[in-house]
């Protein structure tokens, strides 16, 4: 990731507005910005939320609250609380998300 022509600024992620997506069962609220092609976002996935697909894409991930359990494709899985932390490379390795208690994170792709 290059990260060039983007000026100096400051995020109150609190007006920015939340769109909804859906899982499997419950919703992820996401506050998106973009910065140069970068996606920065702050994730707030509700109780009971299991993701609807498995993800390719990279990420760096940081749990902010909550407790978020990630499941790779290849049976493995990992449990982020808060404090955290997980990257992953694009097409590097499939996983998806599930909380039972919710979880707050912010992502960078």
């Known amino acids: 990731m290059k990260m060039s022509g983007i000026p100096f600024g400051t995020t109150d992620w609190n007006t920015v507005e939340?769109?909804?997506?859906?899982?499997?069962?419950?919703?992820?609220?996401?506050?998106?910005r973009e910065f140069g092609g970068i996606?920065?976002?702050?994730?707030?996935?509700?109780?009971?939320?299991?993701?609807?697909?498995?993800?390719?894409?990279g990420h760096i991930l940081f749990c902010?609250?909550?407790?978020l359990d990630t499941e790779l494709e290849d049976g493995?899985?990992?449990?982020?609380?808060?404090?955290?932390?997980?990257?992953?490379?694009?097409?590097?390795?499939?996983?998806?998300?599930s909380t039972d208690v919710g979880a707050t994170l912010y992502i960078v792709d």
């Open 64 to 67: 902010i609250a909550g407790q």
């Open 76 to 97: 493995r899985s990992f449990t982020l609380k808060p404090g955290m932390s997980y990257q992953v490379a694009d097409g590097a390795e499939a996983h998806r998300s």
């Open 18 to 32: 939340r769109t909804e997506h859906d899982g499997t069962t419950g919703t992820a609220y996401w506050r998106t």
């Open 39 to 57: 996606r920065v976002r702050v994730v707030e996935y509700s109780p009971g939320y299991m993701a609807d697909h498995w993800c390719r894409k």
